[in-house]
């Protein structure tokens, strides 16, 4: 089974600062995506990469995914309260056709 | 155009009862997704459908059952629930392998 790990799992920070969120693999990601949730909702996707070296960005938001395709991280310039969230990394299949699996999320407080 | 619609929001069972609940997707998706979140952590895969009459174990499936009669419709069972299925729950629907998942509402379910 392909474990997705997230880090940190909680990163709380000043409004204006930068981050850098990670989520790394046991094995080699097909495509990787990137949602937010936010209390009582469910997620939304933020954005997918599936080739190795990609670089995606928006607005503020700047995501990479490895060269090997084992690790992606997400990057947020000049945080805004409204960051404030859970980000979470996703992936399909391995082995498993359709199989849509989570990592454990890294909890966003932006303060004012 | 409602999406994906959870049915019920909100429940409270006595241990040992049971209940169903019903996803509905009016987007003609294929695969079809129930996660269960525990507070402040991710998505954790419960069953999954690539299709009508198809159904999956994901990560955590004992205590649950599936059903995927209609293509539009995926039912999550709990036979006789216990304290640590409380929980909320959410359904998520895809096209096909690799785009975006839609997410409902979510259901919060509580037993006591």
């Known amino acids: 089974t392909q474990l997705l790990e997230q880090s940190p799992q909680f990163l709380s920070i000043q409004e204006g600062e930068n981050l850098t969120v990670y989520c790394n693999s046991s094995?080699?990601?097909?495509?990787l995506q990137w949602y937010r949730q936010e209390p009582g909702e469910g997620p939304v996707l933020l954005v997918t990469?599936?080739?190795?070296?990609e670089v995606k960005k928006l607005k503020r938001l700047t995501f990479q995914f490895g060269d090997a395709r084992k690790d992606s991280s997400l990057h947020i310039t000049a945080a805004q309260t409204g960051d404030t969230g859970l980000y979470l990394c996703?992936?399909?299949?391995?082995?498993?056709?359709?199989?849509?699996?989570f990592g454990q999320g890294t909890i966003l407080t932006v303060h004012p | 155009n409602a999406g994906v619609t959870q049915t019920p929001k909100f429940r409270v069972l006595k241990t040992g009862q049971s209940m169903t609940l019903l996803c509905a997707q009016d987007?003609?998706?294929?695969?079809m997704y129930w996660y269960r979140q525990d507070p402040g952590m991710g998505l954790r895969l419960i069953h999954y459908?690539?299709?009508?009459?198809?159904?999956a174990k994901g990560e955590v499936p004992d205590g649950y059952n599936v059903s995927r009669l209609k293509k539009q419709n995926f039912l999550l069972g709990l036979e006789s629930a216990a304290p640590s299925q409380t929980s909320v729950y959410f359904c998520?629907?895809?096209?096909?392998?690799?785009?975006?998942?839609?997410f409902g509402q979510g259901t919060r379910l509580t037993v006591v």
């Open positions: 987007m003609n998706h294929e695969y």
């Open positions: 459908s690539v299709g009508e009459g198809t159904t």
């Open positions: 990469v599936v080739t190795g070296g």
């Open positions: 996703a992936e399909y299949g391995g082995t498993s056709y359709g199989k849509l699996t």
């Open positions: 094995s080699v990601f097909s495509s």
């Open positions: 998520a629907t895809i096209l096909t392998e690799g785009t975006e998942a839609f």
